[in-house]
Structures are given as C-alpha cells and as structure tokens.
C-alpha cells in the first residue's frame, strides 16, 4: 500500500496497520450492525516533510454529518480550557484592535465562540456536522455548516472583511486537504493576523504509545516541524508552539504572514526537541509499533485474566479513540460488558466495529462494576476526582496510556 504525501507530495508508505477499523465515531442503531463500513488504518511517516498521516481516510460526509457524536462541552475541563485559549487571544492579539472579526474553524457546539459572543466581538464558526453546529446557533454564536477551503475563504473576506484572528482546535489534524486550507487561511487572514490552532502532538503521542489518536478522523498527527513545513509554501511561518495537557498532550502553533511577527525562541527550541526524541528517523516508529504491539497484548491479558475470574468490568467514557483500542486488540463484549457515556447520543447504541453496549452513566452508579476500563484516560483528572465512591466502594482503574496498569 503505497501512496503520496498529503502536503509536499513525496513517495509514503505505511510502517505499520492497525487493521479494518470501523468509523470512531460512527456509534450504530442495533438495526444498522450489519452492512458496518470499514477501512483499513494504516499511519505512514513522510520522510521528505515529516507529516505524520494516515495512508486512507474515509470520506469526511462519512465522519461528520447530522448526527455527529462528539460535542466538545462534555468535559467541564475542556470549558475551562477554551474559555482561558478565547481570553488569551482577546488580551493578546486582539487588544486594541478596532472591531475585530474571529474566524473558528471546527467550531463544534460553540465551546470558545461563546467568550467572543458574550463580549459583542464579531465572530463565525465554520462548522460542517450541522447538529452540532445547531447547539451553537441556538445560543446565538454565528455558525455556518460547510467545509473550509478556499472558496469559503473568499466568501467570507467578502461579507466580513479579512480575519483578525482564525482559531482551530482539535480540527486541522482532520482535514485531509491541508494545501487547501492553508490557502484559504492566507486568503483569509489581514497581513497582521494570526492563526492559531492546537491538535494533540506526535512527540506525546509516541513517548506515551497513545497509539489511540490515531483513527479516521485524525488523518495528521502533527509537530512543530511537519507543520513549518506545512504552511511554508503559503506565506505562513510558525512563529510560536505552546505545550498543552489536553488530549493527553498537545500543542498550540500560532502561525502569522511571513514576516509580519518575531519568532520566539521556543519554535527552535521545539524543533531541536523533536530532532532528540527521533520524530524525523524511521526507527522511531518501527519502535513505537512494537511498543503498540506490547500494549495490546498486556492489556488483553489483564482482561483475559479478569474475565476467567469472572470479574465486572466496563469501559469509561465512548470515545473516538477507543474505537482503535478496542478493535486494534480484540476487545468484545465478553470483556466490557457496557461503556458508561454521558452523551445521549451515544447512549442506546452499540460501539463501532467490536459492538459493545453503550449506556447512561446512571448505569454505572447504580451498580459499581469490579473494574472499569479508563477509555476517556485524557479526562482522568476530571473523571478520578468525580469517582471517589467507585474507588471507595472498591472499583478499580485499567488504564493503557503510558503502560497498562490497574489503579485506584
Ligand atoms: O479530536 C477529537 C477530540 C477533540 O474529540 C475528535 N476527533 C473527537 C473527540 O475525540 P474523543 O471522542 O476521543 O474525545 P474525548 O473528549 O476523549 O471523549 C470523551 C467521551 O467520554 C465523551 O463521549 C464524553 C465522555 N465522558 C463521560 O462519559 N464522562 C467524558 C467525561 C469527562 C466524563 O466525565
Ligand atoms: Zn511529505
């Protein structure tokens, strides 16, 4: 299975496959378990420009559509985080600027428009799964449902003029086209504008075999080089990177028109980093396979091992990339009897691929199972700090990220 570099173009192949995968998010109706789509998931790492991507992606209609799963205000953690990235960019780049205009691409339900909402600063989310996109409209944040390219982006310089500031987060690493919207990002942008966008990072993904970032949506894991590289050819230079702690690590870029900003010492201090941990060499990832490999096959003992000892145990949390952990080793039913999820639409429905119940969380909590499977293990503070009574009542954790182990 060879194929071309999504952004410079250069010869690819995969170092490794996951196997068929089912859509992460694509929770199903019992009556539409038959007929289930599958692809093939398999990462390849492009020497020439350092994109971390997968070789095939599903088509996007497949993934984001009118009944996508994921709304971002689930996480009380996650509110916090984008009210404190929307202040940043109101103190920051937006100060002093005279009626500014906040483009967010990816929107979702409106988690961080809502700050430049509820401080009258013009704003557009541009948000292609039309039910969530609603959850935003409703609360009064501009949103429109489409895919951003470069025919929206001078749609949109015509209605509202250029963009201040363009926002993303967790949404450029899925978006197969990134020529295409690195151009409309530069159509779009004022010469003094910035980008700043955030995804989770290949340095934390391969120093913690979070191999579960990995599924059809997230069609690019990225770092600072392979997005320098990226936006070169657009008049875009990486001016700045932050370290962040959600999705289990990730990084902010802040990109701006070749030029018109200082660069912070950090960019460079970020890319010799990634020179030291090996994210430009093959090995790396020939040794991060078989640290995927090792983690499959401990986890499945442990729950091997509990099953035989007829033990309870349940997964935490519906999330995409569980649907890689419980595919990718072969979990079923037999060993999770049900994933707890406080979303309702996910609530009802079986999980992609290995079809394992997902239910209320009330179900949890009526009755404590012996073990629950930490699937949202990106939310631990959050979730461990709410789950006392689980603990105390003697429940117990099985994490996979950085190493499997069981904990209370
Ligand atoms: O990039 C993406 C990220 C930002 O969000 C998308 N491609 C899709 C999604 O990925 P995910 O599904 O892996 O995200 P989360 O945030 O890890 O999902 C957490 C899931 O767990 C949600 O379904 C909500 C649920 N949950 C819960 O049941 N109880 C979450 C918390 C915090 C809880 O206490
Ligand atoms: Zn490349």
Known sequence: MNGHCRVCNAEISPFMSFGRMPIANGFLRPEEAEGEYFFELAPAFCAGCGM???????????????????????????????????????????????????????????????????????????????????????????????????????????????????????????????????????????????????????????????????????????????????????????????????HGGSMRYVLAPNGSRPISKKVHEQLGKETALGLDRPETYLRFKANCEKSRSTLMQTLESLRTRGKRVVGYGATSKSTTVINYCGITPAHVEFISDTTPIKQGRLSPGAHIPVRPYDEFVARYPDYAVLFAWNHAAEIREKENAFVAAGGRWIVYVPEVAIVS
């Open 52 to 246: 971390f991507q997968l070789m095939e992606q599903p088509r996007p209609e497949k993934m984001f559509h009118e009944q996508y799963a994921f709304f971002s205000s689930t996480s009380r953690y996650m509110q916090r985080h984008f009210e404190s990235f929307a202040q940043s960019v109101i103190n920051g780049v937006l100060a002093q600027r005279d009626d500014p205009f906040v483009v967010e691409l990816g929107s979702n339900d409106g988690i961080m428009l809502r700050h430049f909402h509820e401080q009258s600063i013009r704003h557009l989310g541009v948000e292609p799964s039309a039910n969530v996109a609603e959850v935003a409209r409703k609360q009064g944040i501009s949103t429109i449902s489409a895919f951003f390219d470069r025919k929206l982006a001078d749609d949109i310089t015509a209605k509202h003029g250029g963009a201040d500031a363009i926002l993303a987060a967790n949404v450029m690493c899925h978006i197969p086209d990134l020529p295409g919207v690195a151009a409309g990002v530069q159509r779009l942008l004022k010469p003094d504008g910035v980008f700043v966008f955030e995804d989770p990072y290949l340095g934390d993904m391969i120093t913690k075999t979070s191999y579960d970032q990995i599924y059809d949506e997230h069609v690019f894991i990225f770092s600072a080089t392979s997005v320098r590289h990226a936006f070169a050819p657009f008049g875009l230079e990486l001016v700045d990177v932050m370290p962040q702690v959600t």
